[in-house]
């Protein structure tokens, strides 16, 4: 165990994998200067061979990656999340169906990094958080890592899967700190929900971003004697359905995070599944707390306004126990 | 033409032609009997793919689009497995869930057709680019149409493999019209071929009725590409014979072609020409070749019956293959 | 009134406004042709400078209806909604976002037709029922016509607007035969949901396709004295919650049914609204008819087996009972 | 150069290219100072966008990308409002919503910049579109890097545009990078304005630094599209002196141009040409040239204070701007 940043957590994932399997390769805008931080030292421990520095044409390597993978290649493309529109048909029409489509004769071990940066005064163009996209598209497994543990743990279970992998890489969490396992041997099973934090009362599902703000809700509200439970789902697909009902089974009450935009967000995705499976345990009504339904505004004096705090959680809490 | 084709493979060739032509004309049958649905056919446009593959090995992976028999066919699909998923069976090659414009068999290098016009292109490329990084010397080639050729997936693809020198065959089948859309009012430029200037790569365009002529501009394009000289455009010129589609009767009423050209182009049937190169060189005699297409039509026969043989899948297949892993999905 | 087809009905609304505002034009792959059918005649009427037949090329198109709307022109653009993400990035990043991050300078009056062929083995490239993706992204009014009279009044609504819209024509629906007035003043307003039979045991709730089957088995449950109000929301964007909360308020009961895919879908969203919002109304688990969360696959055996059908829903129902 | 352009024209241009210099030094301070976030500096390439809106009119339109104050300084923005959207106020152009990278004034035909790389192309060609479809006589105009142009967006919009004679210019802004990647290893080509070939329109590389060259190159095309003649592509070889962004200075550290580049480039300083062209030929003095340069300095400081001075939008604007109608949101 040694301390590290989630970003960096993100890069050894990665570098423990492309040691251990020559298959592994890097591809994306300036990925060997690693503009956006995660794959820093990499090109110096791999060279121009395994780091790719692509051209400006999303769609173009995002399915290229798809090509390479179908013929036994595991390439890890880097982009963020607002560019991935640019790309959406490779990654919808050939990533996500291609395997389906042809009755299971193409395997696609492709990891696509969709760094998210919001909340940081980037915008409406750069500051998309487009994971409940992707989940009713289907096909595609979504990771969102909550801690840099996780960061490392999902990175290397994503680039050793066989399935294409979107791992959605929220930009407020990449200076987060904390211990990360340097075993090479660790990996973090998808569709394994963390459970952060143990309660009675209330159930918070925090996805991504939100993870860090629900904990703190927690502990605030455990200083008033409110016991919270805190779930991190880690992946939305697979989504681990079970820990989250059981965990409204025994507090009756449900409040989900989701740095999303709020409608049809991976939030309502949960609340819906509760609202079905999990309606005769429920005790209160369920609190969604994510970003509000507008594009990001610059000003910061808006974009605060737009995404789940801790503050906004508590009063959820609140509202569900009356 | 003459050539220094060996018998062997032009009677591959012509073998290969002769099972697409009957294959589709079995689907027409089939369709005007209602038992299978609407396909996009190949038909006048067969000496493309088959004079393609012919340059290509096994191990060579190729990508193609909606009209989506006429490649694999010529890449060595099998008819049975072919025929047996566009009637949705089980024993089809992706067990029913594809249909007449998924076929793929990953095993002899299909790498898929595509109904997203232009999708497979990137896809292609990406082969391409695995052949490299690993320094191995298989080849890909992807087969698109010239309305296609308007997709921005098609310049960012070739941009690509030209600066990473990439061992891909864009072969791009203008066949005149996109539906009802004549190439004439999409295309800036005289031929889509042309378009390879844009790419510092060469630009080949090609009489896509003969077979051989296919055949020895792919085999040029393939030994670049082996030899690590990057990519080339193959511009084909051929014709669909039919309609755009089966199912889309409707749209031959909108008279977006006139009768004296689909005529004259019938005039130049890739079957006849590449049979009469055959028979005038003295490699082979009518009567061997006629055989060839008898062989043909009754492998397709075959085929037909082994497909309305299949059973349908049944429920259980209906959430496999959404993934590699055995994971409950929803 | 007249009986029309919805395919019809779609076309009507078109000549209609066209008929009255010259900056109204329609472009798309073959529409002078109409292989798609709605825009059958247009070409005739209103010749080559107001039916442009475009190249392959909808990323391109895409955007310069969002360039020649921004200047003034009131683009109609036929596509399929499979097609739509190759041009994902010109409908999310300029046309749903473009008057926001300009602070409202941009007036985008443009008609996206999406036509959603489903259900007659077109496989899983042709066969995208795509709105909850539209939805999670904003922007963008959503419109989901369930009738042959709605078809024609929120087409030329849609036309009027001034806002973005994306039509979303069911293909299972196109074929199905109405009422639809004549009357050139008709149209329908958005944001306002359609009761389609009042019940007091249960609501549900039907986009799109799912209308005539919801009415299907509403007509069969009153046969067994259950009283079942139906709802079509017609626009999802804006959506009319209200007519919704207000229905449960009075049936205790809610099913939704939904063509899209499961996961992230539009009944995801209506479920956590309520589940939120009318709580303590609901006396039973709320109940999804989606489709499975699957790619579309070409065999008719597996393909019926995906998406919502009257006795889908009538199970639903039934659950809701208890 | 010898110019028979107006002193009027040439001192517009002069104006304008120090606005933009200054507009972007302040920046530079006040990033330093912590008073502004990362902004794209349009530093070194000032003649490109000068010289080429120097050849349109008020009712001609532009649209941009995410180095993004150059061109609607270069159109006639006004500073005050472009400063105050950057600080991300309420009397900024865009309220505070757009920043840095979504500054327009549609009033002026600033259509707007773009933060997704080659995405307002094909809007800009939708502008054209307008044009030719009401018999109108404005043009647009588009600025997109070297980068940039291996989107496809840049192949659709091109394509179009040429094939249905649209008056646009695609204005290739080619500062040899894109980010850290030089052209060179991600355009297949020689010159990007090769690939106007491809679209059967003329392509014409100009120095980038000149804004005389810029305004004639630019000047020619307006024409051509006026005419109905259609769209042109020009290539405009410039070189940003500063970092990709303020705020990705680390890359700066990964040494992708060497000091020597920069320092050459810094030699052809798109204002001193100016300027030397002006005194040069007579048409002003140093003196006035330098007042010019003093004025527009005095101007970008009445803008910072104007933007410090203007207020935060409050919470009633976060709904607003999402629909033209007034409906709820959700
Ligand atoms: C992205 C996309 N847009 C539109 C379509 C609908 N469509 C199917 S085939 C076709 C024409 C294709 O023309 P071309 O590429 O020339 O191939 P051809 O049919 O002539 O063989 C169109 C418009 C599609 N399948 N995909
Ligand atoms: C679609 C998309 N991909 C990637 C980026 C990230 N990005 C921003 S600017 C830039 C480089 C652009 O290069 P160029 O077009 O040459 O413009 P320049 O910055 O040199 O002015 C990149 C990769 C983006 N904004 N949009
Ligand atoms: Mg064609
Ligand atoms: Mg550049």
């Given amino acids: ?322 | 033409m003459t050539t220094n084709i060996s018998k062997d493979l032009l009677m591959l060739m012509l073998e290969r032609m002769w099972r697409i032509r009957h294959f589709e004309l079995k689907l027409t049958e089939m369709y005007n009997a209602g038992e299978v649905g609407g396909v996009h056919l190949y038909i006048g446009q067969e000496a493309v793919a088959v004079g393609a593959c012919a340059a290509l090995k096994d191990s060579d992976y190729i990508a193609g689009n909606h009209r989506s028999h006429g490649h694999p066919i010529a890449k060595g699909a099998n008819l049975k497995k072919a025929m047996a998923e566009i009637f949705g069976r089980i024993d089809g090659y992706c067990k029913g869930k594809g249909g007449s414009m998924h076929l793929a068999d990953f095993s002899v290098g299909i790498l898929g057709e595509s109904g997203i016009v232009a999708s497979s292109v990137p896809v292609a490329t990406g082969a391409a680019l695995a052949s490299k990084l690993e320094g191995k010397d298989f080849v890909s080639a992807v087969f698109f149409g010239d309305g296609a050729s308007n997709q921005g997936a098609c310049h960012e693809s070739m941009n690509l493999a030209s600066v990473w020198d990439l061992p891909v065959l864009f072969i791009c089948e203008n066949n005149q019209y996109a539906v009802t859309t004549s190439y004439k009012d999409t295309v800036a430029v005289e031929h889509i071929s042309d378009r390879a200037q844009a790419y510092n790569m060469p630009g080949i365009l090609v009489d896509g009725q003969d077979a051989i002529a296919m055949y020895e501009a792919t085999a040029q394009a393939v030994e670049r590409a082996r030899n690590g000289e990057g990519p080339t455009l193959i511009e084909a010129l051929t014709y669909r014979f039919e309609d755009h589609s089966l199912g889309l009767e409707k749209i031959r009423k909108s008279e977006y072609r006139e009768e004296s050209e689909i005529d004259e182009w019938r005039l130049r049937d890739p079957l006849d020409l590449l049979t009469k190169s055959i028979v005038d060189s003295g490699t082979a005699t009518p009567a061997e070749c006629d055989a060839v297409s008898a062989n043909a039509h009754a492998e397709v026969e075959e085929a037909a019956e082994f497909a309305r043989n299949s059973p349908f899948p049944d429920e259980s297949e209906l959430y496999k293959d959404m993934f590699a892993s055995d994971m409950p999905v929803v």
Same sequence: chains 1, 3.
Avoid at chain 1, 89 to 102: E, G, H, I
Avoid at chain 1, 208 to 214: D, E, F, I, L, Q
Avoid at chain 1, 239 to 247: C, Y
Wanted: glycine share 10%.
């Fill in chain 1, 1 to 322: 165990m040694t301390e590290k940043m989630f970003m960096q957590a993100l890069g050894m994932g990665i570098a423990e994998e492309m040691r251990i399997d020559p298959k592994v390769f890097l591809m994306g805008e300036d990925v060997r200067a690693s503009v956006y931080g995660a794959a820093s030292g990499l090109h110096d421990e791999f060279g121009d061979e395994r780091i790719l520095n692509t051209p400006l044409s999303e769609n173009g390597f995002f399915g290229a990656a798809v090509g390479a993978a179908a013929v036994g290649m595991r390439p890890i493309v880097e982009t963020l999340t607002s560019f991935m529109w640019v790309g959406m048909d490779q990654l919808v029409s050939q990533a996500a169906k291609m395997r389906y489509m042809f009755g299971g004769q193409a395997t696609l071990p492709v990891v696509y990094r969709a760094v998210m940066y919001y909340g940081g005064g980037s915008a409406a163009h750069h500051s998309d958080r487009s994971y409940p996209v992707f989940m009713n598209i289907g096909g595609l497994k979504i990771v969102t890592p909550g801690t840099p543990a996780d960061a490392k743990g999902l990175m290397k279970t994503a680039i050793r899967d066989n399935d294409p992998v979107i791992m959605f890489e929220d930009g407020t969490l990449l200076g987060t700190r904390g211990e990360v396992p340097d075993d090479p041997d660790f990996t973090v099973p998808f569709g394994v929900a963390n459970i952060l934090r143990e309660g009675t009362d209330v159930t918070v599902v925090a996805i991504a971003g939100s993870v860090p703000r629900a904990l703190a809700a927690a502990e605030e509200m455990a200083k008033e004697g409110v016991s919270v439970e805190v779930i991190d789902p880690r992946t939305l697909v697979p989504l681990d359905k079970e820990t989250i009902l059981n965990s409204v089974g025994k507090t009756g009450r449900l409040v989900v995070a989701d740095p999303a935009a709020k409608v049809c967000s991976a939030a309502s995705e949960i609340m819906s599944i509760v609202g079905e499976e999990a309606f005769w345990d429920l005790q209160a009504p369920m609190q969604k707390v994510a970003s509000k339904q507008v594009h990001i505004p610059f000003s910061p004096s808006l974009e605060k306004l737009v995404y789940p705090t801790s503050d906004g959680i508590i009063e959820s809490i609140k509202k569900t126990l009356g």
